[in-house]
């Protein structure tokens, strides 16, 4: 569901910078998707995705085309959070084998001033506000 809204909904993609090949964004979704498809087989609720994606999207379908077929592991992004600010984090991807699931955990990259923007996001989660 999240590939589909980040190419449908333009305000889906607030927390992303523009999108570019070969580095986070929409070009490294299709891959993922790609290899999803064939381990389900016939999924028809995958083949529908696919299908309503390549009718509403040109972009993913320019991005689909390309036929690359990778399981998404690991790979850099940059996140933008209304809060915190730029997100310089690992997104690495556990895949079970037995049940499909996905977890996805954002690691910050060493080096970046991510570990300290986490922090903040921490004391700023524990805050209550009145209005």
């Known amino acids: 569901m999240g590939c589909f809204v980040f190419f449908i909904s333009p305000p889906a993609r607030a927390p992303n910078p523009a999108p570019r090949r070969g580095g986070g964004g929409p070009a490294p979704a299709a891959p993922p998707l790609r290899a999803s498809t064939g381990r389900r087989g016939e999924d028809p609720t995958a083949a529908r ?30 996140l933008n959070h209304p809060q915190a600010g730029s997100l310089d984090v690992q997104c690495d991807v556990v895949l079970s084998t037995t049940t499909g699931h996905r977890m996805v955990i954002f690691r910050p990259q ?13 004391v700023l989660g524990t805050q209550a506000f009145t209005t």
């Open 110 to 122: 060493p080096g970046s001033t991510t570990a300290e923007s986490f922090a903040f996001l921490g």
């Open 49 to 78: 995705l696919v299908s309503d994606l390549l009718r509403d999207s040109e972009e993913f379908t320019r991005y689909w085309n390309d036929m690359a077929v990778e399981p998404l592991q690991s790979t850099r992004k940059q």
